[in-house]
């Protein structure tokens, strides 16, 4: 027979049981609702910051921590929450595979799409570009005006480190590399130094200066060098590019002949030069009016078409050209013809 007391210790017992079970069930189910809501917050702060498109440079060093780089993403406003990021690149082993570089990153990028950008190293680039018909003072200002400093373009346009290149295997001891940037658009990063930016236009005359290129000036009885200033000379007087065959057969002819080359631009390069602005009377050896055959140096870089008219000139005998105001350049045969195709064509350009 049980007695009252025993009674009451199991009922007790029982009723402690079930407190215990419910707060078992009541904590779990707080404990999965907190599980979830961190989930849910995780996810949320792997989205966009917003939907902005603008964007932001940013440049992670080499050798920076996912903390750091998740830090500077933070205060650039990139992501939402750096904890996050960091977590993300733990759990997909991305951490070991980020990237230094500068990178153009906007808020519409969620996390797991820059940290793609990041171990893919896709860097941002800009074009640097070099135009045809430049002297190399001009292309000089053009690099520093692209956000290079003076001294590293000094440095980059110093032609003795480039002398092993086979574009200048002939080039003039002490000759600068005038004629010898080629005009091209070239990527360029945060990292690029312009001294790369040379070497690649250099390569690129290289590859111009095909074999072909180089047996049609043997031909015509010139040097490579000699071919790169008749074709920089070339460059800067003719317009269209259909003109400039028979303005390098004009030249050519010239120059077996005997005659002055005549040319306006040789002679302001010379002026110019000297500090006297475009003057065709300026006695230099630039001045191709006074003095028989090529000038020293070439007097711009060089398109591959004005390369190509020297190697292949026209088959013609003119001796005379003029080029118009409409930007057509009209040939001749004698003094008399010549004059009088200036007289008409020629009217703003030659006053």
């Given at each position: 027979?049980?007695?009252?007391?025993?009674?009451?210790?199991?009922?007790?017992?029982?009723?402690?049981?079930?407190?215990?079970?419910?707060?078992?069930a009541?904590?779990?189910?707080?404990?999965?609702?907190?599980?979830?809501?961190?989930?849910?917050?995780?996810?949320?702060?792997?989205?966009?910051?917003?939907?902005?498109?603008?964007?932001k440079?940013?440049?992670?060093?080499?050798?920076?921590?996912?903390?750091?780089?998740?830090?500077?993403?933070?205060?650039?406003?990139?992501?939402?929450?750096?904890?996050?990021?960091?977590?993300?690149?733990?759990?997909?082993?991305?951490?070991?595979?980020?990237?230094?570089?500068?990178?153009?990153?906007?808020?519409?990028?969620?996390?797991?799409?820059?940290?793609?950008?990041?171990?893919?190293?896709?860097?941002?680039?800009?074009?640097?570009?070099?135009?045809?018909?430049?002297r190399?003072?001009?292309?000089k200002?053009?690099?520093?005006?692209?956000?290079?400093?003076?001294?590293?373009?000094?440095?980059?346009?110093?032609?003795?480190?480039?002398?092993?290149?086979?574009?200048?295997?002939?080039?003039?001891?002490?000759?600068?590399?005038?004629?010898?940037?080629y005009?091209?658009?070239?990527?360029?990063?945060?990292?690029?130094?312009?001294?790369?930016?040379?070497?690649?236009?250099?390569?690129?005359?290289?590859?111009?200066?095909?074999?072909?290129?180089?047996?049609?000036?043997?031909?015509?009885?010139?040097?490579?060098?000699?071919?790169?200033?008749?074709?920089?000379?070339?460059?800067?007087?003719?317009?269209?590019?259909?003109?400039?065959?028979?303005?390098?057969?004009?030249?050519?002819?010239?120059?077996?002949?005997?005659?002055?080359?005549?040319?306006?631009?040789?002679?302001?390069?010379?002026?110019?030069?000297?500090?006297?602005?475009?003057?065709v009377?300026y006695?230099?050896?630039?001045?191709?009016?006074?003095?028989?055959?090529?000038?020293?140096?070439?007097?711009?870089?060089?398109?591959?078409?004005s390369?190509?008219a020297?190697?292949?000139?026209?088959?013609?005998?003119?001796?005379?050209?003029?080029?118009?105001?409409?930007?057509?350049?009209?040939?001749s045969?004698?003094?008399?013809?010549?004059?009088?195709?200036?007289?008409?064509?020629?009217?703003?350009?030659?006053?």
């Amino acid at each position: 027979m049980k007695r009252k007391g025993q009674t009451l210790r199991v009922i007790g017992k029982k009723s402690m049981t079930r407190k215990l079970i419910a707060a078992l069930a009541i904590f779990c189910l707080l404990a999965g609702a907190g599980l979830l809501y961190g989930v849910n917050k995780y996810h949320e702060n792997l989205r966009p910051v917003s939907t902005s498109t603008q964007p932001k440079t940013v440049a992670i060093a080499s050798g920076a921590t996912v903390r750091t780089i998740a830090t500077t993403l933070r205060q650039q406003g990139l992501i939402r929450n750096e904890w996050a990021f960091t977590r993300y690149a733990q759990l997909t082993n991305a951490g070991r595979y980020l990237q230094a570089g500068t990178y153009e990153f906007t808020p519409s990028q969620s996390t797991q799409e820059i940290i793609g950008q990041l171990t893919h190293g896709k860097v941002a680039t800009q074009l640097v570009t070099i135009l045809p018909g430049k002297r190399i003072d001009q292309i000089k200002q053009s690099l520093i005006r692209q956000g290079f400093s003076e001294q590293e373009v000094d440095q980059a346009l110093d032609p003795a480190q480039y002398e092993s290149s086979p574009a200048l295997v002939d080039k003039p001891k002490g000759a600068s590399l005038e004629g010898y940037i080629y005009p091209e658009s070239f990527q360029r990063t945060a990292d690029t130094k312009v001294s790369s930016i040379v070497q690649q236009s250099i390569l690129r005359l290289q590859k111009q200066l095909t074999p072909e290129v180089r047996d049609g000036f043997k031909k015509q009885g010139i040097t490579v060098y000699q071919g790169l200033i008749l074709a920089s000379i070339v460059e800067k007087e003719v317009v269209k590019q259909s003109d400039k065959n028979q303005a390098a057969q004009v030249f050519l002819t010239r120059i077996k002949v005997g005659m002055p080359l005549g040319s306006d631009v040789t002679a302001f390069y010379g002026s110019e030069l000297a500090g006297k602005g475009q003057d065709v009377t300026y006695d230099t050896p630039y001045n191709t009016r006074i003095h028989t055959g090529m000038p020293p140096t070439p007097i711009s870089n060089v398109s591959e078409s004005s390369l190509q008219a020297v190697a292949k000139p026209a088959a013609t005998d003119w001796l005379f050209f003029v080029a118009g105001d409409d930007g057509t350049t009209y040939f001749s045969k004698t003094v008399a013809e010549h004059e009088a195709l200036t007289k008409k064509y020629c009217i703003k350009l030659c006053q």
